[in-house]
């Protein structure tokens, strides 16, 4: 093992492979190992332009008292070494001569190591395991490389972020997590730990992660180097703040996207949309966007209003405009082989290609094949059919769907990118899905731009998307995972999220049990980032199977507005509307530290409270930026909720208006049309007013 300094980095050279270790942003590192001659070129997440941080780099001989090597077998052999440090800010990378890392902060104290288990007798787990900390391996036959990283575990470390997983789980210790999106499932592998630092695996290649008692150890089946970035801070804020630095903050959210939202799957026609929005403004209540839901379209893939239900779209969108709501429209990344853009995108080379067998993705509603939004040339090419057929008739929002990609089966193995194989860079399809969509409307002239897209990987954020959890069932078990979701998906650096309130899956609009799950989902749905209904919604209407221009339609679930569950419920649903628009203002700061800061719209508690310890074991609620904390109800039949309220601070009972003390367990009222909040250290909001409960 070869150890110089190349300039501004560390360079580890040995046999063929090579490990960089540079800094990277204000109090970060990036370290890169390749088996090839030539380091991989791609940034991936880090592709951000930073300052050039200057390291400081020092070598020095120590003998076998210096505390730093603790291996008893060391001092058998060896009489001194060589100890090399590269330090940027608040974080120190310590090597010995063999190449073993350890990372420290600013204050000496130890963030993370490397797991070495082989005769390294400059380690102090001097073993004869043969098990490296890091290794790059040539896969046979090809080109590609198996990666692997190991890190040492420790008992008292919490880790929190890596984007969507449907469990119950927020700290992610003790978790084996796949490195892969689905629906439902968004891997964003960035993480906070309670050791005060933020690891981001950066590679979007099919993997695993586990999170063990024993090692943590990261995988890539198929990779051309091991990538990752490391950031130290003295809280979580700081960290995510560092992060969002070097992958990119999220852009300023729109004003419409701090209100209503109102979907269902799904309005057929213009005029039942329309007349939905009529309604709601009749009823004299809060809207800021309709959804006009897939299968509006002549077919998938022609990214256009089918005419015989949608006979005017332009004027749909003027009126919906001033009625005050912006239309947004879903866009499927399938196309159809009968589709009019179906012949120049395989010809232009613009969909993803399979190694084996034909290349369609999807049978669902028609024979699909996924454009490869890899491909800056097919981000072009789409963004110019929705701008001709959408954005020029005065539509700026788009619902982009089926981001994962989903696709029939997930045989990762066999698809194919512009940008490399699927096993070596599928995870990063929604970041160029969104990114198409973000330049075009910029370049369109648009200042805050907004894509809801069912998916997302490290650096997504600063395309202006919004996340969703997919297509979760309606039950309050799925309501509690979706909580984790979303804190999650904050933690791992993407501030705008949301979820379908009630469900996607099931849910009878005439069931008791049903109605009372909304409810309660629906007061959550009023302080998530993004206040969004949307659900199938069975029974389906039961229509026999339609066809227009030999085209399958697909038929639509029942009502979905909030005058849909009974009038006793209306009520209570009516009132969070209001709430919304009265926490506007507040909500607006949010999002404006989420654009300038990189702060989390919602948060788990030690967020804003780290040095409270119980702070970071608290899993139910949640911190919605600083001053409000939030206590979903997901007990059925509830009629109270005990909340841990962080200690540091004075709460008051946005409901009964009854004030605590922090750092205790309190029991709170709440029947149903009632959410927890609790307000912090005096602030005041309007939520609940007299009359209203």
Not at 479 to 496: C, D, N, T, V, Y
Not at 534 to 553: A, K
């Amino acid at each position: 093992m070869a150890i110089y300094q190349d300039g501004n980095r560390l360079v580890l050279a040995s046999g063929t492979s090579q490990t960089w270790i540079e800094p990277w942003g204000e109090n970060g590192l990036r370290i890169r190992m390749t088996a090839q001659p030539k380091m991989d070129e791609n940034d991936w997440a880090l592709s951000e332009k930073l300052p050039e941080y200057q390291a400081e780099i020092t070598s020095e001989t120590v003998d076998n008292t210096d505390p730093w090597y603790k291996g008893e077998e060391w001092k058998k052999y060896h009489q001194t070494a060589t100890k090399w440090t590269l330090k940027n800010g608040k974080i120190e990378a310590r090597l010995n001569e063999e190449g073993w890392m350890s990372f420290y902060n600013q204050k000496g104290e130890l963030l993370t190591e490397e797991y070495w288990r082989n005769r390294n007798r400059l380690n102090r787990y001097c073993v004869p395991l043969g098990v490296p900390a890091r290794t790059v391996r040539p896969v046979p036959g090809c080109n590609d490389f198996s990666v692997v990283a190991r890190f040492e575990a420790y008992d008292d470390e919490k880790i929190f972020g890596m984007g969507q997983y449907q469990h119950r789980h927020l700290d992610k210790k003790g978790a084996t997590l796949e490195l892969a999106h689905r629906n439902s499932q968004a891997s964003v592998p960035f993480y906070v730990s309670s050791r005060g630092y933020g690891f981001l695996w950066n590679n979007p290649a099919i993997g695993t992660v586990t999170f063990g008692t024993n090692k943590t150890e990261w995988k890539a089946g198929r990779s051309m180097k091991l990538d990752y970035y490391i950031t130290a801070g003295d809280t979580p804020a700081e960290i995510e703040k560092q992060y969002a630095t070097v992958t990119g903050m999220s852009p300023m959210m729109p004003e419409y996207g701090m209100g209503y939202w109102q979907c269902k799957l799904r309005y057929r026609t213009q005029e039942e949309l329309l007349n939905v929005a009529r309604e709601h403004k009749r009823r004299g209540l809060p809207m800021d966007a309709i959804v006009v839901d897939f299968f509006h379209w002549t077919m998938q893939g022609d990214f256009r209003f089918e005419p015989r239900d949608w006979p005017d779209p332009a004027a749909m969108v003027k009126e919906l405009k001033e009625m005050g709501i912006e239309t947004v429209v879903s866009v499927w990344p399938t196309i159809d082989e009968r589709s009019v853009n179906f012949g120049p995108m395989a010809s232009k080379g613009y969909l993803v290609t399979a190694d084996r067998s034909n290349a369609i993705h999807m049978t669902w509603m028609g024979n699909t094949t996924f454009f490869d939004a890899t491909n800056p040339g097919a981000q072009k090419y789409v963004w110019e059919q929705c701008k001709k057929n959408y954005y020029d008739i005065g539509i700026r929002c788009f619902w982009l769907d089926e981001a994962e990609p989903e696709y029939g089966l997930y045989d990762f193995d066999n698809y194919r990118y512009f940008a490399g194989p699927a096993l070596q860079c599928t995870n990063t399809y929604p970041v160029g899905y969104a990114k198409g969509f973000y330049e075009g409307l910029k370049e369109a002239g648009e200042k805050d731009v907004l894509s809801l897209v069912r998916c997302a990987w490290a650096g997504s954020q600063k395309y202006g998307v919004l996340t969703w959890s997919g297509d979760v069932y309606s039950s309050f078990r799925s309501m509690r995972e979706q909580l984790q979701a979303g804190l999650s998906m904050s933690m791992a650096g993407i501030p705008w999220w949301t979820c379908d309130i009630g469900g996607f899956i099931g849910g009878d609009i005439s069931d008791p049990d049903f109605q009372e799950l909304l409810v309660r989902w629906f007061a959550w749905g009023c302080f998530s980032p993004v206040f969004r209904m949307h659900g199938e919604r069975s029974p389906w209407y039961e229509r026999e199977q339609e066809f227009i221009n030999n085209v399958r339609q697909l038929t639509s679930g029942q009502s979905n507005e909030v005058w849909s569950f009974g009038e006793e419920n209306y009520h209570l649903l009516k009132k969070y509307l209001f709430i919304r628009e009265r926490i506007r203002p507040y909500v607006r700061q949010l999002m404006k530290a989420a654009s300038e800061e990189g702060a989390p719209v919602m948060r788990p508690l030690f967020y804003d409270f780290p040095e409270d310890k119980k702070a970071w074991e608290v899993e139910d609620v949640y911190m919605f930026g600083p001053d409000m904390l939030v206590a979903p109800v997901f007990e059925k039949g509830a009629k109270e909720r005990t909340i841990y309220l962080p200690e540091g601070s004075v709460w008051q009972d946005a409901y009964t208006r009854e004030t605590y003390q922090g750092g205790q367990y309190v029991t709170v009222p709440a029947p149903l049309g009632i959410i927890p909040v609790m307000l912090r250290d005096g602030k005041q909001y309007e939520i609940y007013v007299e009359g209203e409960v």
